[in-house]
C-alpha cells in the first residue's frame, strides 16, 4: 500500500504564497503521474495540476500562471504564489501506478489551505 504524505499548508493572506509538498512511500518514479486535487467546502474536487513521469505539467486555467507543480527524486511539490481566497480547501496529493493491467490510484490524506481577504 502507497503512502502519501502531504505537508506544508496554512492561513496566508491573500496575494501570499505556500509551498505544498508530497512525500509517497515509494520511489516517485514508479507512478505513471502524480497530481494536486483540491476540494472546498461544498464542491466537488478538482484537478489543480498534474506531472506525468517524463515530467510534463498541465494546470487546472484557473491556477495557471500563478501554480507550479515540480518533483525532484525524493517529492512532488506545488508552488502557489498570487493566493487568492477562492484557492482555500483542502489540498490533496495523487498518484496513478500502472500495477500489471491495473491503473491504481492513491491519495493522501490532505492538507488545508486557507487564504483571507
Known amino acids: 500500500q502507497v503512502q502519501l504524505a502531504e505537508s506544508g499548508g496554512g492561513l496566508v493572506q491573500a496575494g501570499g504564497s505556500l509551498r505544498l509538498s508530497c512525500a509517497p512511500s515509494r520511489s516517485i518514479f514508479s507512478f505513471a503521474s502524480m497530481a494536486w486535487y483540491r476540494q472546498a467546502p461544498d464542491k466537488k474536487r478538482e484537478l489543480v495540476a498534474r506531472?506525468?513521469?517524463?515530467?510534463i505539467p498541465s494546470y487546472a486555467d484557473s491556477v495557471k500562471g500563478r501554480f507550479i507543480i515540480s518533483r525532484d527524486t525524493a517529492m512532488m511539490y506545488l508552488q502557489m504564489s498570487g493566493l487568492k481566497p477562492d484557492d482555500t480547501a483542502v489540498y490533496y496529493c495523487?498518484?496513478?501506478?500502472?500495477?500489471?493491467?491495473?491503473?491504481?490510484?492513491?491519495w493522501g490524506q490532505g492538507t488545508q489551505v486557507t487564504v483571507s481577504s
Open positions: 495523487h498518484s496513478e501506478a500502472i500495477e500489471g493491467p491495473n491503473s491504481v490510484l492513491y
Open positions: 506531472i506525468t513521469r517524463g515530467g
